[in-house]
């Protein structure tokens, strides 16, 4: 699914350069489950946002499927993330003003879904979730648990190939954590799904095929857990044009309307060059 050669990640502030990914070589095989520890300010997020295509690498090779996400123009990464990758994050990332069901319809409003069908597909989801009794509801109107599955629900609705996670469960309870990770760990089974996730906590590294340790912006590898890694059936993917709400939404809150209604780019086609950083504002 990933095969990383060489990547590095500089930030710049003023005058000082911050080595957040300093030559991370990595390959994530199709259907595999990696957890990744580190101590904090170590690379977790920046190594997980190129995975992701948020950001792009200042060096080296970021191959999906096949494909350099380091070399791809943007709206073709774009591409690729609103219908590939779904993210999850340890903030939830909602949008207040939706229902959970209207939440988890934006991560099918950039693909060509019907209004009919998208409804339909995020109740399902929200089922698949366990919330099909809370479709109406706002995020505060959630626990933080039932929040963190509406999100899940988000990023799965579109049948991406990957899930990123990066500390799901980091603002959670013990039991609510673990009720959080066994929804995942049953997605990860049943749907084929490639996992990469994100965590400080060792308890829910365990249980993933394969632990990589971040430190200094290096990535080594702690354990393996069980035998080969599985490979289950590839998920459908719908056509894509423009990103789900990958939690990096303007803080401005539109109704799903208005999303639906905002000029969103054609993305198939914009014919920029691609660029050195993704920025998001
Ligand atoms: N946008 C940015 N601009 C400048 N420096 C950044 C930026 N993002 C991250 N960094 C720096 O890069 C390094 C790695 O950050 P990163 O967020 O990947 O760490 P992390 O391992 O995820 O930490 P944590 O466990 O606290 O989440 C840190 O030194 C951080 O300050
Ligand atoms: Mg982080």
């Known amino acids: 699914m990933y095969k990383l ?9 003023g005058r000082e350069t911050v080595a957040a990914l300093r030559g991370v070589d990595l390959v994530v095989e199709d259907g595999e489950w990696l ?27 970021v191959e999906f499927d ?15 993330r609103a219908r590939d990758i779904g993210f999850v994050f340890q903030t939830f990332n909602l949008i207040p003003t939706l229902s959970a069901l209207e939440n988890v319809e934006t991560a099918l409003v950039p693909l060509r879904v019907s209004a009919d069908a998208r409804r339909q597909r995020a109740t399902m989801a929200l089922e698949a979730v366990g919330l099909g009794d809370r479709l109406p509801h706002v995020p505060g109107e ?22 990123l996670a990066d500390e799901p469960t980091g603002n959670l309870d013990e ?4 009720e959080i990770i066994g ?35 290096r990535l080594g590898f702690k354990q393996s857990r069980q035998g080969p890694v599985v490979r289950p059936a590839q998920v459908q993917a719908g056509p894509a044009r423009v990103p789900e709400g990958t939690g ?24 920029s060059e691609p660029a050195d950083t993704v920025t998001f504002d």
Do not use: F
């Not at 050669?5 to 502030?13: A, R």
């Not at 957890?35 to 090779?61: C, E, F, M, N, Y």
């Open 35 to 61: 957890a990744v520890q580190g101590p904090t300010g170590h690379g977790k997020s920046t190594l997980l946002q190129i995975l992701g295509g948020l950001d792009r690498p200042s060096a080296g090779i």
């Open 183 to 217: 929804l995942l760990e049953t997605m990860w089974r049943e749907r084929g799904l490639t996992m990469v996730l994100v965590t400080h906590d060792s308890s829910i590294a365990r249980r993933a095929q394969r632990i990589g340790v971040m430190k200094n912006g």
């Open 66 to 80: 096949g494909r350099d996400l380091a070399q791809l123009r943007e709206a073709e990464v774009t591409n690729v």
């Open 5 to 13: 050669s060489g990547v590095t990640k500089n930030y710049h502030k």
């Open 248 to 271: 990096l939404e303007p803080p401005d809150l539109p109704s799903l309307d208005e999303l639906e209604d905002s000029g969103l780019p054609d993305l198939e086609d914009d014919g």
């Open 142 to 163: 959630l626990s933080g648990g039932q929040q963190q599955r509406v999100a899940i629900a988000r990023a799965l609705v579109k049948e991406p190939k990957v899930l």
């Open 175 to 178: 039991d609510t954590r673990d």
